[in-house]
């Protein structure tokens, strides 16, 4: 079974920097890609960034030019690198396989996506003014 574990949340003033990172273990992704996701308080869940199994990126427009992601397939890692931080970024940040089958709506504390997978516990990002 998939096993994500997320880190590197915190607070910070708006402007700021944060390194979020992700682990995926116990079953393995081979070439498939991983992605971001993140629930802000009383908003749905929605794709921060993405990287496909070819190696491309997509990210959310609100996040374009200020985020960036990167995988290491072989160690099965991923990472958000959050710069110009924003108090609208407050956020839990989830990470997940990126199937290729369209975006996940449903990130949640250890609950199971209809990706077939368990969501992490997530890390908080909370960004002040």
């Known amino acids: 079974e998939l096993t994500l574990v997320e880190f590197g949340g915190g607070s910070v003033q708006a402007g700021g920097s944060l390194t979020l990172s992700c682990t995926a273990s116990?079953?393995?992704?081979?070439?498939?890609?991983m992605g971001w996701y993140r629930r802000i308080p009383g908003h749905e869940c929605e794709m921060v960034a993405i990287?496909?199994?070819?190696?491309?990126?997509r990210y959310d427009d609100s996040v374009l030019g200020r985020f960036s992601i990167s995988q290491d397939k072989a160690k099965q890692t991923a990472s958000l690198q959050m710069r110009d931080l924003k108090t609208e970024d407050t956020a839990v940040y989830f990470c997940?396989?990126?199937?290729?089958?369209?975006?996940?709506?449903?990130?949640?504390?250890?609950?199971?996506?209809?990706?077939?997978?368990?969501w992490g516990r997530g890390t908080q990002v909370t960004v002040s003014s």
């Open positions: 997940a396989p990126n199937w290729e089958t369209g975006d996940y709506d449903d990130c949640s504390p250890r609950s199971y996506s209809k990706g077939g997978f368990y």
């Open positions: 116990g079953s393995p992704l081979g070439d498939s890609g």
């Open positions: 990287t496909t199994s070819d190696g491309r990126t």
